[in-house]
């Protein structure tokens, strides 16, 4: 019964992303999108530290809109998503060029063990019934030593509790979210782990402003950034 409901779920989430295909990239087409694509790239790709040649796993990999960042640094990706149209998108946006793309479930990668040298998921867990099945199989899938980084939606942000608010009147996607702090994340994953946030400014905060409000932020390093960051790497 239990399994019955997880594929549900998991079916309902779907078909609510294969929906949202494009009004996921015209969000990151707006002013303040570019801003927090640019912003949340620039932490991912500081912990990542992707290099050329790197074997890298991008789950939840969405229309490719990060994937491009990885590539862009000479890795080979492979692009993960449980949604087919974002799938799609996602391999016409990146070519042919060391891009693979294939449609599978977070919490049971269709890889071996050891196979990646790098592992990422952006904002997906926060979508996972089982978060800590999916933690278990991103490090699975690294190599010993490999780096693998998880960000979610921060639940000390500001954002989240906008986005609480649109759930309670309708909203189909903040529905599904279930938000984390930092402290939620440390329960997740190993031990020996890094955490840090980015997006400090508001949503409805002047464009104009964005820049210092956010520099102030990671040079203070605070921890209510709506985009929450952690790093940690596979125990030898």
């Known amino acids: 019964m239990e399994r019955q409901v997880v594929s549900h779920l998991k079916k309902m989430t779907t078909a609510l992303f294969d929906a949202w295909t494009d009004r996921y990239d015209r969000w990151f087409e707006t002013p303040t999108g570019r801003l927090v694509r640019k912003y949340e790239s620039a932490l991912v790709l500081e912990l990542l530290n992707p290099l050329p040649g790197d074997r890298i796993l991008d789950v ?23 949604s087919g149209p974002m799938l799609k998108k996602a391999m016409g946006r990146t070519g042919a060029g060391g891009f693979i793309g294939l449609c599978a479930d977070m919490c049971a990668l269709p890889f071996p063990d050891n196979c990646f040298d790098k592992v990422v998921s952006m904002t997906a867990i926060e979508f996972v019934a089982d978060a800590g099945r999916a933690v278990a199989e991103l490090d699975r899938v690294a190599r010993k030593g490999g780096c693998v980084v998880v960000t979610t939606l921060n639940s000390l942000s500001p954002w989240a509790e906008q986005r609480k608010q649109k759930a309670q009147n309708g909203h189909a996607l903040f529905q599904k979210i279930c938000f984390r702090s930092p402290d939620d994340m440390r329960l997740l994953v190993p031990e020996k782990s890094f955490i840090k946030t980015a997006i400090h400014f508001q949503k409805d905060a002047p464009v104009a402003n964005i820049p210092e409000i956010e520099r102030n932020g990671m040079e203070n390093q605070w921890d209510t950034g709506a985009f929450l960051a952690v790093q940690w790497k596979k125990a030898s």
Request: aromatic share 4%; glycine share 26%.
């Open 60 to 82: 939840g990999c969405g229309t490719g809109v990060f994937t491009q960042d990885l590539l862009g640094c000479g890795a080979r990706v492979t692009g993960v998503d449980l």
